[in-house]
T-cell receptor
Framework: DTEVTQTPKHLVMGMTNKKSLKCEQHMGHRAMYWYKQKAKKPPELMFVYSYEKLSINESVPSRFSPECPNSSLLNLHLHALQPEDSALYLC??????????????FGPGTRLTVL | KNQVEQSPQSLIILEGKNCTLQ??????????LRWYKQDTGRGPVSLTIMTFSENTKSNGRYTATLDADTKQSSLHITASQLSDSASYIC?????????????FGSGTRLLVRP
């Protein structure tokens, strides 16, 4: 299985809602990532988990809360989002860096719209 | 400043023609460079990945080159197909302490017309 899956594919939520994005991989990767991508822009790194521990938080607002319950799953909990948070949210996974190749495999993304 | 610049921003070609996309970077220290293809509303898919010592790598009709001295890379697409229409993103990995960071280019949007 060389796939990263993300659910849901699309999500529409109000600014007072609480929702979660889910990501799953079964490639044995021990590093997982959340990216945010606005239209016609490159992905922006949000969080990195390495061996189920948060290793990088790129100064993301607290209304985004990541969670890595096990080595195959990565969640992104959303609360009190703003309309400008509407974007494509991408999950990726890789082997942790040890030099050389550390190719990230991306999921198909969740298209989030905040009303 | 760590940057990855891609050109052109967008490109329109006829089906069956070849094209070359450019990527210049100033990222240091350099670990590797990858080209991704991203269809609209989908996640990026890796085409090639090259380290410092690799000059060229092919993946079917896609051939990437890397000149680590001039910090330039190119992606050549041969005999384009309609399905090649997508954004092509150049990504350079920067070593950062015991970790690393991906520096993304803004991408080239390619449209292949029949």
């Amino acid at each position: 299985d060389t796939e990263v899956t993300q659910t849901p594919k699309h999500l529409v939520m109000g600014m007072t809602n609480k929702k979660s994005l889910k990501c799953e991989q079964h490639m044995g990767h021990r590093a997982m990532y959340w990216y945010k991508q606005k239209a016609k822009k490159p992905p922006e790194l949000m969080f990195v988990y390495s061996y189920e521990k948060l290793s990088i938080n790129e100064s993301v607002p607290s209304r985004f809360s990541p969670e890595c319950p096990n080595s195959s799953l990565l969640n992104l909990h959303l609360h009190a989002l703003q309309p400008e948070d509407s974007a494509l949210y991408l999950c990726a996974s890789s082997q942790p860096l040890a030099g050389g190749y550390n190719e990230q495999f991306f999921g198909p993304g969740t298209r989030l719209t905040v009303l | 400043k760590n940057q990855v610049e891609q050109s052109p921003q967008s490109l329109i070609i006829l089906e069956g023609k070849n094209c070359t996309l450019q990527c210049n970077y100033t990222v240091s220290p350099f670990s590797n460079l990858r080209w991704y293809k991203q269809d609209t509303g989908r996640g990026p898919v890796s085409l090639t990945i090259m380290t410092f010592s690799e000059n060229t790598k092919s993946n079917g009709r896609y051939t990437a080159t890397l000149d680590a001295d001039t910090k330039q890379s190119s992606l050549h697409i041969t005999a384009s197909q309609l399905s090649d229409s997508a954004s092509y993103i150049c990504v350079v990995t920067k070593k950062r302490d015991s970790s690393y960071k991906l520096i993304f280019g803004s991408g080239t949007r390619l449209l292949v017309r029949p």
